[in-house]
């Protein structure tokens, strides 16, 4: 079974930094796209980020494009998603997940089948 791990998450100050990691296992894609989404308090889940395993295309929503960074480590089957100058607004719980077709990751957004467990991001203002 596809087990995707996320941690990182936790209390910050408005203006700070976090980096989420999600270690992801059970699979045997040889491409996939892989990247974050986010639900916070009374809103619908967002696509955040993601990026292509077979030529690392990257999405981003617009509310955290020059802020928000991610990265992966292939052969550690890992995404990270670096968080900067956070704002209240960032406020959420983040789920990694994970899409068996790398081309999931796209202009528009980011399309998963397989979902983590969320990590809790709380900015302070």
């Known amino acids: 079974d596809v087990q995707l791990q996320a941690s990182g998450g936790g209390l910050v100050r408005a203006g700070g930094s976090l980096r989420l990691s999600c270690a992801a296992s059970?699979?045997?894609?040889?491409?996939?796209?892989i990247g974050w989404f986010r639900q916070a308090p009374g809103k619908d889940v967002e696509g955040v980020a993601c990026?292509?395993?077979?030529?690392?295309?990257?999405y981003y929503v617009d509310s955290v494009k020059g802020r928000f960074a991610i990265s992966s480590d292939y052969a550690k089957n890992t995404v990270y998603l670096l968080l900067n100058s956070l704002q209240s607004e960032d406020t959420a719980v983040y789920y990694c997940?994970?899409?068996?077709?790398?081309?999931?990751?796209?202009?528009?957004?980011?399309?998963?089948?397989?979902w983590g467990k969320g990590t809790l991001v709380t900015v302070s203002s």
């Open positions: 997940a994970l899409a068996d077709l790398y081309y999931y990751c796209t202009d528009d957004g980011f399309r998963a089948d397989y």
């Open positions: 059970g699979f045997a894609f040889d491409d996939y796209a």
């Open positions: 990026v292509s395993s077979r030529d690392n295309k990257t």
